[in-house]
């Protein structure tokens, strides 16, 4: 079965190809694959709504079966009126897109603003599939609990720039630093939710 995964950034797609490796009789296929350039907006509040809208939209375009996910972050340390939400690489007053650099450079600000211990980071992902043939729509909800590192990385996830700063629950050092096999192990119990939603569907 081929699925479009409706992301531009690089990182989250070897992400997800890497998490669903396993499912042998499904095709992953990307936007660079079928030569869609089209960057579709994210125009909702919340990461449900829109993951709808983009797995919608790009189904619409490519006439496959799409996946896209959207994410949500919030911390125990900003107030209420500061936290990230669905503005996680539009995270600055213009509200514009960002690249790796500056989302490091915006969250060592912070940082050093809000100093302390067991700084969390909570995300909200949502998975959402769409077929345009059938216009079957199916969601799924998935939590990631992550720590602010005390120093960051000079390492760099092209399209994860957080990977560089961000300590997975139960860890001692960044993504980043970390090989593929632990990156697996924890996507694959963070994402399960993911996992199970594809195989309700293949």
Do not use: C
């Not at 797609?13 to 296929?29: C, G, H, M, S």
């Not at 909702?44 to 079966?65: C, Q, T």
Request: aromatic share 12%.
């Amino acid at each position: 079965m081929k699925i479009l995964i409706a992301t531009h950034n690089p990182g989250k797609l070897k992400r997800y190809q890497n998490l669903f490796a396993d499912f042998t009789d499904l095709e992953l296929i990307s936007l660079r694959d079928l030569n869609i350039t089209t960057k579709i907006d994210e125009p909702h509040n919340s990461p449900e709504e829109n993951s709808i809208f983009k797995a919608r939209e790009y189904s619409k375009i490519s006439l496959l079966p799409t996946i896209a996910v959207d994410e949500a972050l919030t911390t125990n340390f900003l107030p209420e009126n500061e936290q990230p939400g669905v503005f996680v690489r539009r995270f600055n007053k213009e509200k514009r897109e960002l690249n790796d650099l500056e989302v490091i450079e915006i969250w060592k600000k912070i940082s050093q603003l809000y100093p302390g211990k067991n700084r969390r980071f909570v995300w909200d992902f949502r998975m959402s599939y769409f077929d345009i043939q059938s216009n079957f729509l199916k969601t799924a909800k998935a939590i990631q609990n992550d720590f602010l590192a005390d120093e960051f990385s000079n390492k760099i996830n092209p399209g994860y720039p957080m990977s560089s700063f961000l300590v997975p629950e139960g860890y001692s050092k960044p993504y980043v630093e970390l090989d593929s096999q632990e990156l697996l192990k924890i996507d694959k119990k963070n994402l399960e939710p993911f996992s199970l939603l594809l195989k309700s569907i293949l």
